[in-house]
């Protein structure tokens, strides 16, 4: 292999998260001049504009431990500017949101570092109607993230595109037919159960009947999902490797129980997320333990 190619594999190796900055869009050559810091002088020029320049400049701030002492090889040199440049995804988040929590669920398992934007969606009549959050989002929903120098909502949306570019740890089975069933399930939560129980859909019932309207959406759901669960599930919701269904389970059990959900009637459901919950990907990114959770509800 030659020396710019042993670079690019390094990074290809080191660096899952290029953004923009992909070693795709940068020729080795220009890796490798980059990478000596007498040869940088000399360096082609490089477009290494990050969509978000602050972001850039915090991203230096962090990682200053990573800065490159001269005496450092240069492919280490160019990982490190490299990393340095690439910038973080950035999520657009609400604590108690159970769409955004699927997709912190689907960060952590893939390892990718990010940084949370709060948007509270009760505090001020609502942040996700503002009209910087509306520029993102037309629907003014979390979750939103940024990432690649693009942005995507609609949270299976998000973890699909995850998973298509950072393939590990696998969130859709190899087998069609788990594949399908994984959808399946995720669809039933996210298009058949959540969407009623939402936010804007309780307003427009009333206070005075939310209760039960949530309950029911969430019963008439689980009557069903409890059924298909039995014949799908393994460890987990499909099988015994963690998929987006179960991204898609744990934050509506949660929802279940905001709205005091019996979950006796569901067996399955309730072990399946009992498993899940001791995940350390779905410990740390528990609503209870957001950068926006409020004290009172820490733990
Ligand atoms: N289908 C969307 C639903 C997103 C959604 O409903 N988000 C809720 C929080 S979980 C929201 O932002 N609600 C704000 C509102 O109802 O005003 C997804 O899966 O991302």
């Known amino acids: 292999m030659t020396e710019s190619g042993k670079v690019r594999k390094a990074l ?6 290029w953004g ?4 795709q869009e940068l020729k080795p050559a220009q890796f490798w001049s980059q990478g000596t810091s007498r040869a940088s002088q ?9 969509p978000d320049a602050g972001l850039r400049e915090e991203a230096w701030q962090d990682r ?3 800065l490159t002492p001269p005496e450092l090889e240069p492919t280490q040199h160019v990982l ?4 340095i440049l690439s910038p973080q995804p950035i999520l657009y988040s609400y604590f108690r949101s159970s769409c ?8 952590a398992l893939k390892g990718i570092d990010y940084e949370t934007v709060p948007i509270n969606l009760i505090k ?3 942040q996700q109607f503002s009209k910087d959050f509306q520029a993102l989002n037309p629907m003014k929903q979390v979750p939103a993230l940024k990432i690649d120098g693009i942005t995507i909502h609609q949270s299976l949306a998000i973890i699909e595109y995850l998973e298509e570019t950072r393939p590990t740890p696998r969130l859709l089975p190899q087998d069609p037919k788990k594949r399908a069933s994984v959808r399946m399930i995720s669809d039933l939560i996210a298009g058949g159960i959540q969407p009623l129980q939402n936010l804007s859909v309780l307003k427009q019932v009333g206070e005075e009947f939310q209760l039960t309207w949530a309950q029911n959406a969430i019963i008439s759901g689980f009557n069903a999902l409890e059924q298909i669960l039995q014949s799908t599930a393994g460890t987990y919701c499909v099988g015994d490797e963690v998929t987006m269904a179960d991204l898609c389970l744990v934050p509506q059990v949660a929802n279940a129980e905001r709205f005091k959900v019996d979950c006796t009637p569901y067996p399955t459901i309730s072990s399946i997320n009992k498993r899940l919950l001791v995940l ?5 990114t528990h609503p209870c333990r957001q950068p926006d959770t409020p004290t009172e509800l820490r733990a």
Request: include cysteine; glycine fraction near 8%.
């Open 80 to 83: 490190t500017r490299a990393f």
């Open 64 to 66: 200053k431990k990573w």
């Open 124 to 126: 001020d009549g609502g």
């Open 100 to 107: 955004s929590w699927r997709v912190r669920i689907a960060l």
């Open 280 to 284: 350390e990907a779905f410990q740390v």
């Open 42 to 50: 000399r360096a082609p020029s490089l477009d290494l504009s990050c």
């Open 20 to 23: 923009p900055l992909g070693p």
């Open 12 to 17: 290809a190796d080191w660096l899952p998260l």
